[in-house]
């Protein structure tokens, strides 16, 4: 199933405020950092955790680090919404935490992506959600090479081969298995992978299996002109929705852009997402 696209051509009104606590996430203008927002998750109790990329736009939207934005009201209009955020302590350029975000038992979980390590994997993280929810960030634990969660990054484990970044992780309540998707962006100019995939396992720590979930089709594969990137499961529509099977559907979307920024101001229409079931 893939969405119809308009042709038309807009011009989106961007507001940049003041660093604030309410509504909707601002510049954080004394350090000319943005908060771009990626993966959400809803917490208990009725909280919305956002992991959100720190960029600086005026270096070339260069990325330095990942905020997690926590918002008390969320029900309400995003115009009145309140909430705080903080950098995650570890991260970095080369450690990001907004690949996946997911709660296991009492610990909300984390992936994230390692660009430091070889083959540049996902890794993951966990914390406990009265711990987050109450800003002790600094009792985030990291899972280690002998599968136990260490307060230090000094011994990351590597769930998938990488890179990937804002991508999803989901647990398949009729396959029983834990499930992220993901799609290629960083490596793009080196080793362009026009896939989406598809990683899968039965337990958090691992081992995950990866393998194409959708083989991209032309023109997008044309990687001289466009990339792919930010696979992400829609499971608010499956897992017994009317727009799925109620068993083992799984909807998800993908990101196309352009390579080159010159090519959006004559054709706006090439940055959209795909649907795909």
Same mark, same amino acid.
């Given at each position: 199933?893939?969405?119809?696209?308009?042709?038309?051509?807009?011009?989106?009104?961007?507001?940049?405020?003041?660093?604030?606590?309410?509504?909707?996430? +601002?510049?954080?203008?004394?350090?000319?950092? /943005?908060?771009?927002?990626?993966?959400?998750?809803?917490?208990?109790?009725?909280?919305?955790?956002?992991?959100?990329? /720190?960029?600086?736009?005026?270096?070339?939207?260069?990325?330095?680090?990942?905020?997690?934005?926590?918002?008390?009201?969320?029900?309400?209009?995003?115009?009145?919404?309140?909430?705080?955020?903080?950098?995650?302590?570890?991260?970095?350029?080369?450690?990001?935490?907004?690949?996946?975000?997911?709660?296991?038992? @009492?610990?909300?979980?984390?992936?994230?992506?390692?660009?430091?390590?070889?083959?540049?994997?996902?890794?993951?993280?966990?914390?406990?959600?009265?711990?987050?929810?109450?800003?002790?960030?600094?009792?985030?634990?990291?899972?280690?090479?002998? @599968?136990?969660?260490?307060?230090?990054?000094?011994?990351?484990?590597?769930?998938? @081969?990488?890179?990937? /970044?804002?991508?999803?992780?989901?647990?398949?309540?009729?396959?029983?298995?834990?499930?992220?998707?993901?799609?290629?962006?960083?490596?793009?100019?080196?080793?362009?992978?026009?896939? /989406?995939?598809?990683?899968?396992?039965?337990?958090?720590?691992?081992?995950?299996?990866?393998?194409?979930?959708?083989?991209?089709? +032309?023109?997008?594969?044309?990687?001289?002109?466009?990339?792919?990137?930010?696979?992400?499961?829609?499971?608010?529509?499956?897992?017994?929705?009317?727009?799925?099977?109620?068993?083992?559907?799984?909807?998800?979307?993908?990101?196309?852009?352009?390579?080159?920024?010159?090519?959006?101001?004559? @054709?706006?229409?090439?940055?959209?997402?795909?649907?795909?079931?």
């Amino acid at each position: 199933m893939e969405l119809q696209i308009s042709q038309e051509s807009f011009v989106p009104n961007i507001h940049l405020v003041p660093m604030s606590t309410t509504g909707s996430f +601002p510049e954080r203008c004394c350090h000319n950092q /943005v908060n771009y927002p990626i993966p959400t998750f809803t917490m208990r109790p009725e909280k919305l955790l956002i992991l959100a990329q /720190v960029i600086i736009p005026i270096n070339n939207f260069e990325l330095i680090g990942t905020d997690i934005i926590l918002i008390s009201n969320p029900f309400e209009h995003p115009s009145t919404w309140n909430y705080k955020t903080q950098r995650i302590p570890t991260s970095t350029f080369n450690l990001t935490w907004q690949t996946g975000v997911n709660v296991n038992e @009492d610990h909300v979980i984390f992936v994230g992506c390692s660009s430091s390590m070889p083959k540049q994997p996902l890794v993951m993280s966990r914390i406990l959600e009265k711990d987050l929810v109450e800003g002790r960030l600094e009792k985030m634990e990291y899972l280690s090479k002998d @599968d136990t969660w260490q307060f230090s990054t000094f011994n990351l484990k590597p769930l998938v @081969d990488g890179p990937y /970044v804002e991508g999803t992780l989901n647990w398949h309540p009729h396959l029983k298995v834990w499930f992220m998707m993901l799609c290629n962006v960083y490596n793009w100019a080196i080793e362009p992978d026009p896939n /989406v995939y598809i990683a899968t396992s039965s337990h958090l720590a691992g081992p995950w299996t990866k393998s194409i979930a959708y083989a991209v089709e +032309p023109p997008w594969t044309n990687v001289s002109t466009y990339w792919v990137y930010a696979a992400k499961a829609h499971v608010e529509y499956t897992f017994g929705s009317p727009m799925g099977d109620g068993s083992s559907d799984i909807i998800f979307s993908f990101n196309v852009n352009a390579v080159h920024e010159s090519l959006l101001k004559t @054709d706006l229409a090439i940055y959209h997402p795909i649907f795909v079931r």
